[in-house]
Structure formats: structure tokens, C-alpha cells
């Protein structure tokens, strides 16, 4: 079945730092990727999304490629701030008229000033 | 944007008891609407996914007698934990797909916390 694996938590950084959040995933055919966020105490949003191999989704200046041959779907932005502090997931949607998300564990992003 | 809100917010019972939990579409209509369940520090699992005037369709393991679904109308879903147990303690958060949408954009809801003593 379909799986995502994505980096531990938690991440702690500096404002204006580089980060980056590791995720690799497991599926049959081809699946879309995301990145949802998560807010303290809100519901979570999408991030930014990519639908084929070699796709870069980009949003509020974050960044992820869908890199078929290494299964991976990182997440990167060039430098971060107190704002972006949340819970990072990584997700996939298969195929098949469902489209279920299959999520990975989230990580927790702390930025300090 | 769309929004999606969970009543209640949070929730405390007594083990034996039922709780509904709703879930609203507030500026769309929503074909499906997917329930998931969250344990601390771990991610979404999803429980089951129902479309509007048909049954869920339960994920593997999800007793669907004691987690029963209604999606009754386009823009309401409901989650009624039955005979709740300390178990059953957990975040429960919803999301709903556009009824034009791509088939896979999902606005999630803030979610819901189940306390069961």
C-alpha cells in the first residue's frame, strides 16, 4: 500500500535560517504529492502541492520537487521565520476515484527569533 | 477561502456514552467528506470516507458500529462515537472535498478532542 516517510522531529532553527524537511514515499502508479500545515490550534491547510515527476510546487517561499527517481518530496525554504512555526505534513494521494490522503508522522517546526 | 468547522471544539464524557461530533462545510458543498483520527506526536489516520446520501466506506480495522457516519445533506457530516471508551480518547478532525473540485483538494476542519473518563 501507499506510505510516507518523513524526517523527525522536533526542528528547531533561527530565524532566517535554511530548512528543510525530508519525505519519501512508497505508492503504486502515480501519486500526487503535498505538503499540509498546520497551525497551533487550527485546521490544517495546504502548503503546496505537485501532480508529476519533476513538478516544483511553491508557496510563501516554500519549495518541494516530486523527484520520481528518488521518491522524495522535500521540503525547503532559503530562510525561515517565527511565523512559520507549525506542524509539517507530507502527504500522497493514489489513484483511483477515492483520492485518499495518506499522511506522513508531521514534523514540528519551532523558529526562534 | 473555504472553511470547514467542527463543533464541539473539545469534548469530555463518561465512558459508556455517545458523542456526536458535526462537521460543516460552511461556504461550499462538499461531495465526500473524510473523518480522521490523530494520537499525539503521530499523524492523520484516516477512519472513513462518505459521500453525501450513501454509506462511508470504512478503512481496515475502523469498527463502523461504533463509529457511526452520516452525511445526510452537502455541506454536514457527522461522527458519533458510540458506548465511547478511554480508548476512543483521541483528536478526531474532518475534511471536505468542493463539489467542483480537482478530487483531491480536502479543507480540513480545526478538528475535535475526545476525553473519555
Known amino acids: 500500500g501507499n506510505s510516507v516517510t518523513q524526517m523527525e522531529g522536533p526542528v528547531t532553527l533561527s530565524e532566517e535560517a535554511f530548512l528543510t524537511i525530508n519525505c519519501t514515499y512508497t505508492a503504486t502508479g502515480y501519486p500526487s504529492l503535498f505538503w499540509y500545515v498546520q497551525y497551533p490550534g487550527e485546521g490544517l491547510q495546504l502548503l503546496l502541492k505537485a501532480t508529476k515527476a519533476d513538478d516544483k510546487g511553491s ?3 516554500f519549495e518541494a520537487t516530486y ?9 525547503e525554504k532559503g530562510s525561515v521565520q517565527v511565523s512559520d512555526s507549525a506542524v509539517y505534513f507530507c502527504a500522497l494521494t493514489g489513484s483511483g476515484s477515492a483520492r485518499q490522503l495518506t499522511f506522513g508522522s508531521g514534523t514540528q517546526l519551532t523558529v526562534l527569533p | 477561502g473555504a472553511v470547514v468547522s467542527q463543533h464541539p471544539s473539545w469534548v469530555i464524557c463518561k465512558s459508556g456514552t455517545s458523542v456526536k461530533i458535526e462537521c460543516r462545510s460552511l461556504d461550499f458543498q462538499a461531495t ?10 503521530q499523524s ?7 459521500n453525501e446520501g450513501s454509506k462511508a466506506t470504512y478503512e481496515q480495522g475502523v469498527e ?5 457516519i452520516n452525511h445526510a445533506s452537502l455541506t454536514l457530516s457527522t461522527l458519533t462515537v458510540t458506548s465511547a471508551h478511554p480508548e476512543d480518547s483521541s483528536f478526531y478532525i474532518c475534511s471536505a472535498s468542493p463539489l467542483r473540485a480537482d478530487g483531491e483538494t480536502q479543507y480540513f476542519g ?8
Open chain 1, 59 to 61: 508557496n510563501k517561499g
Open chain 1, 67 to 75: 523527484r520520481k527517481e528518488t521518491t522524495s518530496f522535500h521540503l
Open chain 2, 32 to 41: 465526500t467528506m473524510f473523518w480522521y483520527r490523530q494520537f499525539p506526536k
Open chain 2, 44 to 50: 492523520l489516520m484516516l477512519m472513513a470516507t462518505s
Open chain 2, 64 to 68: 463502523k458500529d461504533k463509529f457511526l
Open chain 2, 110 to 117: 480545526p478538528g475535535t478532542r475526545l476525553l473519555v473518563l
